[in-house]
Each structure stands twice: as C-alpha cells, then as structure tokens.
C-alpha cells in the first residue's frame, strides 16, 4: 500500500478536515490574541495550541497559516501610506493560497504529522525522526516571492523522543520569516525546552451555541438535545462528532438507567448492555461505550467535590442520580479511585483481548458493590 492510500493521521472519522473548515466557532479570544501580537509586529516565530482535543486546534493552526501565507506585510509604507491592519483571520476561499492549501500544494507550508510504518501498509504510531528531516528539506529552500514560512504540526504530542529533539533544534535557531505552529493536546508530554521556546496559545471548550454551529457546518445533525451533547464531550467538537455518528447520547441515557437500579443491580438490563460492547464490527462503539463509563464516574466524583450536579445534564434523570450515589466528598475520592482502578483494568484487558462483555460487567459489579457500602 503506497503512503498516499493511508488515511490523514489528523482528520477526525466522520468530520472535515481542519483545512477544510470554514469557519472556526467558540475561539474568538485565542483568534483575536493572535491577531494583536501580528498587528503590534510581536509575531513569535513558535505558538503552542492547547486545549482538549478536538476544540478547534488544528482548525485555528490552518487558520492562522492561510493568513499569514495570504498578507505579506510590505517592508516600508507605499504611496498612500501603510495598509489597513486586518481585523480577521479570514482569507477567501477563492484566494489563490486557500486553493493550494486545500490541495495541500502550498509551497511555502508544511505539514508535520505522522506518516507511515516501515512497511508501508499503516500510519506509524509516532511522529518519526525521519519526517522532521523532511522539514529541513523545506527550510533549505527559498520562501516563496520571498514571503513567509509557515510550518502545522499536528499533534506535537505524537513526536518521538529523536523527533522531538530534532525539532527543538530548529525551534532554537529558526530560519527568517518562518512560523512553526505546535498543535498539542497534552502540552505536559512536550519536552520543556520546546514549550519553552514557544508561545502559548489556549483554546477554550465550547459552549451549546457554539457547538450547534460547528456541528451543522461539519453536516453533522444529531438526535437529541445539543446542550446534553455539548456537555458529554466536554465542549470538544472532535467528540460531539464522534457521540452523534455513534449514537452516543441514547447509549448513554442506557447507562444512566442502569446506573439507576443500584445498588440493587438489574441484572437482566446489565447483561444486554455487556452484548453492546461484545458485538462483533462493532468496535468503536465498544470503545466509545466504555469511554462513557469512565466519564460518568467522573462526573459522579465531580459531583460529591462540588456539592452539586454538573449542568446541564446529560441524560433523563442524571442529575438526581448523580446526587444521590455522591452526596459528599468522602464518596467524591471513592468514586475517583474506583474510576482510576475499573480504568486501569479496562485499559489492560482490552491490550491483551480479554471479554469486552466481561470487562463491562466486572465494572458494573464494582460500582454497584460500591455504592451499597
């Protein structure tokens, strides 16, 4: 399999890729920070994103690349004077540089991601040494009408440990006009030498609105109320889109109704939910549905530290049942370790292929014996 029939390491199942996206909605204030330090001629050559995955990262990082490859600033003021600063980001679509992005043949960008193994037939698992020397194949060459260099790496946090030091190398001595933008899920697995040398730029979780408007622009219409979606994923479009093409929230609202019968467990209801995570093709689903068990112990150790639900609910009847099994924060550090330990089990027996069914009910066993105690 050649690497051109691989798919993109950093598109998201089921959503467009970040260059093809629009409009980014919900990250004014990280747009606009950007934008002044540009203005006031304060452009650092390194700028981190950060935020959960998912909120609009890799969308901002195209965002800013399209705009910097689109307005040269001229060296000296011409004859009527400089030019109006920009007040957006945004380029048109028609612009010559926002069709080659699109194409991914913009000469003066590049793109830093994960490519394939050794053999060829799937992604590596990291970003490789071998893909940062391609990057200084590009900055070997001359800009482009002696313009800006723009270089998206998406996500930092999949460098390997030679890549990671290759990188920092050129982020130490970095060719003129050139701006690398380090899409980071988890800034804390950076080698501090590389944060250091970078300014951060944080993005923020998405509000219900905001959400509505990503997912219709990303054709995503789901079943159910957006505000409970918006709160499921945590304000992460990445994962509004990935509950919505799962059918997410009803599995959900199927876990909270079972959560509701303990301690005294319903057992038959247990059981058909544990042949949910056995089903064969069915992997994703699976996955998702224990993500969503690890998520509502979360939300239940939240709500004993805090004293009150998170809002809004994410099913019927979550709220009260959330009150009740995490009253205080004594039960709030029960449910945190026994979030941490079900967590640790569930990670371990999927590496080695033990029972999904198996695991989920072992789970659901621990959470009804716990909330009897």
Known sequence: MSETALPEPDRAEGAPHPRETVRLFGQDAAEAEFLDASSAGRLHHGWLLTGAQGIGK????????????AHHAPATDGLFGAPPLPRSLDVAADHPVARRMLALSEPGLFLLRRGPNDKGDRLAQEIRVGEVRKLANFFALSAADGG?????????DELNTQAANALLKMLEEPPARTVMLLVAHQPSRLLPTIRSRCRMLRLAPLGAPDMARALEQAGIR???DTGALAALAGGSVGAAVRLATL??????????????SVPRLDRPRALRLAETAAMRSAEARRDLLFALVDLFLARLARTGATGAPPTPEAAPGEAA??????????RARTWAALSQETGARVR????????????????????NETAGQ
């Open 348 to 367: 371990h027996g999927l590496s080695v292929n033990l029972d999904p069914a198996a695991l989920l009910l072992d789970t659901v066993f621990r959470i």
């Open 58 to 69: 890799a969308t901002l990082a195209w965002r800013i690349a399209r705009f910097l490859l």
């Open 222 to 224: 789901p079943a159910g």
């Open 148 to 156: 800006r260099r723009v270089v998206i790496v998406d996500a930092a």
């Open 321 to 330: 049942l959330l009150a009740r099994l995490a009253p205080d924060p004594r």
């Open 247 to 260: 059918d997410g929230l009803a599995l959900y609202g199927e876990w909270v109704a079972l959560m509701g």
